[in-house]
């Protein structure tokens, strides 16, 4: 196989993953608490756009994950290209993919196992949603554009489709014993109807499956509505970030790549709601629809683009430093998020005093203490980052 130049790594994606790890991390200033402290409106807008809805809709927090996944799929023409560069057979990049979806999905069950009596086997979290889809994203890297997008097609049509065939509860299911409140004010009717919390197609999937794995009790139901089969839209927004990704590496101008991600935007929040309204497909991001796929996706390619022109195009670096160090150790931030955050905060307790975080009063000790717990995560990451050392799977 012959070589080419390796692809130049765009410092936007990098700035823009550190963002979306970013917002993920500062969940630990718990905004909500400070806002019930001190309720004002300041504190209350902050705090609604730190805490997903409860189904239908969506807050900043709420495209943490469509972003996370979406960049992904941006990142892997650079990554093809790369590995292209150096010789590797097509062979050996498979291989490095199954390991690398293998990675994700047992690192995701390892994380929503910490704190558990057992392996809690439950495939939700963001690391193993994008594991099970990956080596299918992989795949269509050395496809054509038109079965890219007739893949996406396929993915979120039939996905669609299954949701819609699969049959409604019957008339007086007890939507109790599936953790839904019998005055639930969500529940749909009509075809949004088949896409209702913990009676849909996903849910029974997981009464099954999730029950094949050694577990304390029966699964019956998960408490937000998430569920494995969520891969497959997920899937989606990968496809949608490796289109993007194919059109950042393309020999066009600046304008004409701010251009395609500004329509795929528009066009992708526009279709996402009218899907909506119809009724045909609700936005939910919980289960994912498809309608969440597009939507969540326009806003996506709009982040992007206004990453790009602002730190490639106009050149404007500096400001993103920190978010740059975040961003080029995602994983290791993701890890670390999960595992050593209340330990951070209890060293910081036994060394400087029980109450070093209520100096302006109780009301504003959570958002002291996370903050401290921020700091202490990114002096980590620019430690690893001088270093070069970054956590690759």
């Known amino acids: 196989m012959s070589t080419t130049t390796p692809p130049q790594r765009l410092t936007s994606m990098d700035a823009y993953r550190g963002f979306v790890m970013f917002l993920m991390v500062a969940e630990v200033l718990h905004l909500a608490r400070v806002a019930a402290a001190h309720p004002n409106w300041f504190w209350n807008f902050l705090a609604k756009h730190q805490t997903h809805v409860e189904w239908y809709g969506a807050t900043l ?29 097509q062979s050996k990049m498979f291989a490095h993919a199954a390991k690398r979806a293998l990675i994700l999905i047992l690192l995701g069950v390892f994380l929503r196992s910490v704190g558990k009596l057992q392996t809690n086997w439950t495939f939700e979290d963001t690391l193993s949603q994008i594991g099970m889809g990956y080596l299918f994203l992989f795949a269509l890297g050395f496809r054509s554009t038109k079965i890219v997008w007739a893949s996406l097609a396929v993915v979120l049509v039939g996905y669609w489709l299954a949701f819609v065939l699969y049959p409604l509860p019957p008339a007086g299911f007890d939507y109790t014993a599936v953790g839904v409140a019998a005055d639930w004010p969500y529940h749909a009717s009509g075809v949004a109807a088949h896409f209702n919390k913990n009676s849909n197609l996903a849910w029974a999937f997981d009464t099954w499956f999730l029950n094949l794995f050694r577990r304390a009790k029966e699964f019956t139901h998960n408490g937000g509505g998430y569920s494995t089969l969520s891969f497959i839209p997920t899937l989606g927004t990968m496809i949608l970030g490796f289109i993007a990704g194919r059109w950042m590496r393309e020999e066009t101008s600046d304008k004409a790549k701010l251009q395609k991600l500004a329509i795929a935007g528009v066009a992708g929040i526009a279709l996402g709601l009218a899907l909506h309204y119809s009724g045909l497909c609700p936005s939910v991001k919980k289960i994912w629809t498809p309608s969440w796929t597009i939507f969540s996706g326009g806003w996506c390619f709009l982040l992007l683009a206004g990453f790009y022109v602002l730190v490639d195009v106009r050149g404007y670096k500096r400001w993103s430093f920190p978010l740059v160090v975040i961003g080029m150790n995602s994983i290791a931030i993701y890890v670390l998020s999960h595992l050593i955050e209340k330990f951070i905060l209890a060293s910081f307790r036994i060394h400087f005093g029980q109450n070093v975080f209520n100096v302006f009063g109780e009301g504003y000790s959570w958002l002291l203490s996370g903050w401290a717990a921020i700091a202490v995560f990114w002096l980590m990451l620019y430690w690893m980052y001088k270093k070069k050392l970054f956590i690759r799977i």
Not at 63 to 71: G, R, T, V
């Open 61 to 89: 927090h709420d495209l943490i994950q469509p972003s996370f996944s979406f960049l992904v799929g941006v990142a892997l023409p650079y990554s093809i290209a790369s590995r292209i560069a150096k010789g590797e057979s």
